[in-house]
């Protein structure tokens, strides 16, 4: 557990009365989370950077909504999810129209290391459901009823959605036997 | 127990609760196939975790931005006068209420306006008429003037006399008071010169 000199719901209660710096404080805290769930979503760092800003917009204007402030992350979390679902469903257009060689694409491959490429590889295998749940437990440390909160669906789809998952990620990470040392 | 009544993916994953936990520990201790289970498990999310966070190409903007700036009505909504905001809203409404629920005025009826086609068509002007009823006009309001003059000269003349009436009985009455005055004197040293 981190500890924190200042609780997120203190900042929340702080940002509702109109301290900004509050706020700002929470985006700081969060935004590099935020930024790396939702680009292992979308596989793409200037939409992951756009999503992010638009998080925390909505999160911003919408805080009052927010009705346990202690649950800042899971909602901040919920929205992302929400609006990277919203981008992944419309039709994309061609990625050659990135003009900014310092947003383009990495394609499923997003760290430079050999076992980062090995990691992108097999999650590159999930449906964009199960690489989410494995993004929220695996890296961002949700309880299942938290990812179930964040996703909207039960507890019991969470688990299957992780543990197929897992499943699948085993075979290529943590192959059996004498195939377990090529990592 | 057998191997399925053991949840090792939410062992492995945090999820279990002290009592699982010490029991899975328990049987994975005697079961190798639970034991490389674990093992692999947890070798898949030390890979997962082994690949780092992406720093961020550039810090997304503060609340103090333009683009966090508050709309005009949460300023509004968010300021200590929005009490005084919200009287003088809920004072208008009434005003609004009253004002639309109260009995409907008499109506006026107007004499239908002359007709247009005479503007339309304008007769020559004849000056003679008009002077004619110009005096005609004159005449009656100095006849009416002068019937309100009499009528106020003659409730002024009675004012005057009721007036006049009114001191000349309270005159009377402060007379007998004197009288009686005198009389009670009188009485009252013929009564001290007799005692003497």
Same mark, same amino acid.
């Given at each position: ?6 609780? /997120? ?38 939409? =992951? ?59 499923? *491959? ?52 992780? @543990? ?20 | ?19 699982? *936990? ?17 093992? *692999? ?31 005009? @009505? ?18 208008? =409404? ?31 002007? /004849? ?70």
């Amino acid at each position: 557990m981190i500890f924190r000199e200042v609780e /997120d719901r203190d900042l929340v209660a702080q940002a509702r009365r109109g301290h900004v710096d509050a706020y700002n404080q929470l985006v700081s805290r969060w935004e590099k989370r935020v930024f790396n769930y939702l680009l292992r979503l979308v596989a793409n760092r200037e939409d =992951a950077l756009d999503l992010t800003q638009d998080v925390f917009l909505k999160a911003y204007q919408n805080l009052a909504r927010l009705e346990d402030a202690s649950r800042f992350a899971p909602w901040v979390f919920r929205i992302a999810h929400n609006e990277a679902f919203s981008l992944l469903r419309k039709p994309r257009p061609g990625e050659e129209e990135l003009a900014d060689p310092a947003f383009a694409s990495p394609g499923p *491959r997003l760290f430079p290391v050999e076992t980062s490429l090995a990691v992108a590889a097999a999650l590159d295998k999930l449906s964009p459901e199960q690489r989410e749940a494995v993004v929220l437990k695996v890296y961002e440390g949700f309880k299942f009823e938290e990812i179930a909160g964040i996703l909207g669906c039960p507890v019991s789809t969470v688990k299957s959605r992780l @543990y197929t998952a897992l499943d699948l990620l085993k075979q290529t990470l943590a192959p059996s036997s004498g195939l377990r040392g090529a990592l | 127990m057998n191997c399925s009544s053991f949840d090792l993916k939410a062992y492995v994953l945090n999820e279990s609760g002290p009592g699982d *936990r010490r029991a899975v520990e328990q049987h994975a201790a005697a079961c190798a196939a639970c034991a490389e289970e674990i093992e *692999r498990l947890s070798l898949t999310c030390a890979a997962l975790r082994a690949v780092p966070q992406e720093e961020m190409p550039r810090r997304i903007a503060f609340v103090s931005d333009k683009v966090f700036e508050p709309r005009w @009505y949460q300023r509004l909504w968010d300021s200590p006068a929005r009490l005084g905001f919200a009287s003088a809203a809920l004072l208008s =409404a009434a005003i609004l209420t009253h004002a639309l629920t109260r009995p409907a005025p008499v109506a006026v009826t107007l004499a239908p306006p002359p007709a247009v086609a005479s503007v339309a068509a304008p007769a020559p002007l /004849d000056l003679d008429g008009i002077r004619k009823l110009i005096a005609e006009s004159e005449a009656r309001q100095a006849k009416l003037l002068a019937g309100q003059i009499a009528a106020s000269e003659q409730r002024a003349e009675r004012n005057l006399r009721e007036t006049k009436a009114a001191i000349d009985i309270s005159f009377e009455g402060i007379g007998r008071q004197i009288n009686v005055l005198r009389h009670g004197m009188q009485t009252a040293s013929a009564g001290l010169g007799g005692a003497q």
